[in-house]
């Protein structure tokens, strides 16, 4: 874990640690609502951050319903099409809970929806797991600018950006006390392209 300062991280807040956390639980309502309760709900975050969502969804579920719905993580590194150009990705390790994915509702979990391509690999990942009966797809921000006609079913914020926009997710889990929140930045402010 990596702690910065809060004044250490560029760009402007749109969302803070408690918009967070009501966008959690918002989502959370809506997964039950769309899958009529938590029967065969499976949540797999894509790792890294997704993996913090999923499992902080998967306590508003418990909340919410007083089920424990079952947290999993999904990785999609070799799945990637860009392994050529960034060949240097971590992989981190797929634990999916209980019997698998076979007749399960899927929700994957990531922190920002972008091209499309990270769900894309994803996909390709969970189809040799085995066949779900349904897929969702959970986010906590939408920034637009699809390459693949991927769409997600939940959102905790839609964030239209130009391609120059950088979205930056820091969640207390990953990045430390005091950084959790999102952020938005311009080409001068820096971070990585999210």
């Known amino acids: 874990m990596s702690a910065a ?12 640690s408690d918009d967070i956390n009501r966008a959690v639980r918002r989502i959370a309502h809506e997964i039950l609502e769309g ?16 993996a913090h969502l999923a499992r902080r969804l998967g306590e ?9 719905v079952p947290v999993g ?5 070799m799945y990637r099409d860009d392994l050529r ?3 240097t990705r971590a992989v981190e390790p797929t634990d999916i809970p209980g019997d698998g994915v076979d007749g399960k509702v899927v929700v994957l979990v990531d922190d920002v929806l972008y091209s499309g391509r990270t769900v894309r690999s994803a ?9 779900p009966r349904a897929v969702r797809l959970a986010v906590l921000v939408d920034r ?24 930056m997710v820091r969640l207390v889990e990953h990045d ?19």
């Open 5 to 16: 300062h809060p004044e250490a991280v560029p760009g402007r807040v749109v969302l803070s």
């Open 35 to 50: 899958n009529k309760g938590p029967q065969d709900l499976l949540l797999l975050g894509i790792p890294t951050r997704g």
């Open 60 to 68: 508003a579920l418990l909340q919410v319903e007083g089920t424990e």
């Open 73 to 77: 993580s999904l990785d999609v590194t």
């Open 85 to 87: 150009r960034q060949p």
């Open 123 to 131: 996909l390709d990942a969970l189809a040799d797991l085995g066949r």
């Open 144 to 167: 637009g600018h699809r390459e693949l006609p991927i769409r997600a079913d939940y959102v905790g914020k839609n964030l239209p950006t130009s391609h120059s926009e950088r979205v």
């Open 176 to 194: 430390g006390e005091g950084t959790e929140g999102v952020r938005i930045a311009g080409p001068a402010d820096g971070g990585a392209a999210r």
